[in-house]
């Protein structure tokens, strides 16, 4: 079945997830969707200092939103700061700086956040990791679940009564295809079973991104959910955790903007929010959830169990935190702000 299921992603990501695939599809997009002024609306974005998360930025800029990159390292944040503003002229645009991988910190800023911000209107959970050795963090969550399902879930699970309050809310998960080799595993989130395979364990990841997405967009009517697949984009990220995979396609990768078309469409697009909420997305259209006959889907046990699982997970961290947090002004002592 892994044979099957790697066979068939690969046939259908030659045809749609390279560069050329890109340009097959965005020959049917409207050239009007991208005509709009998002001037007084707010958008926060993780993983905001490089890659796809910096260019979405730059493009949110552009087009007049107000800024929020959530970043790890700060120099770095500054860097992609100071040319945003440059490029754009738009000057809404701050640096918040939290490692999320380390949970206890993700939950602390998301409550500072919404405590000292009357409104956010987009939510952008772009950062993610790939590793390839199993490793804790400080509440003893393996990293990668730590970075790429935990965070998500706690940012995003803290700041919904923001965006309840806010007009026309949105939050966009970018997700990968790989998830679509992988069946939900309720049983062993943080890979403690069997050899570590962080390309898999990355896949795995990304499947439990698509079922969080379609829980919370059954329980919040109000807010907009997506996820989406960026397609194979030429990102530091690739080059440097798929090595082989960035060489063997070499020439054949989608650009950065390419990657990011449709996470800004979601962000920005009027007609995007009408589209039904809890959807896989890649170049501006719903996608299938799973690859044909490849026995993937999950029954409403293991969804279940999966939801409480993080639900304990987050009130084990809310649990060991102070009462007191920051709630009207930045701490310029506090790390968490820049």
Known sequence: MSLYRNAVWFLNGIQRHTREGYETASRHFDPHDLDVS???RSFMITGASSGIGRVTAMA???KGGTVHMVCRNPDKAEEARAD????SGNTEVHVHIVDLSETRKVWEFAEAFRKQYAALNVLINNAGCMLHKRELNA???EKSFATNTMAVYLLTRTLIPLLQKSRDPRVITVSSDGMLVQKLKADDLQSENGYFDGVLIYAQNKRQQV?????????NPVIHFSVMHPGWVDTP???T?????HKMMEGRLRTMEQGTDTVVWLALCRAASRTRSGQFFQDRKPSPLHLPLAWTRSSSEDIQSFMAQLEALANAIQSRMPDVLPSTSPDVTNPLFV
Do not use: C, H, N, Y
């Open 38 to 40: 998002v001037v007084g």
């Open 60 to 62: 949110i800029a552009q």
């Open 84 to 87: 945003i503003i440059r490029e």
């Open 139 to 141: 509440d003893g969550l």
């Open 211 to 219: 079922v969080l997405t379609r829980q919370w967009a059954k329980a």
């Open 237 to 239: 990220a690739v080059s």
């Open 241 to 245: 955790s798929m090595p082989e995979f």
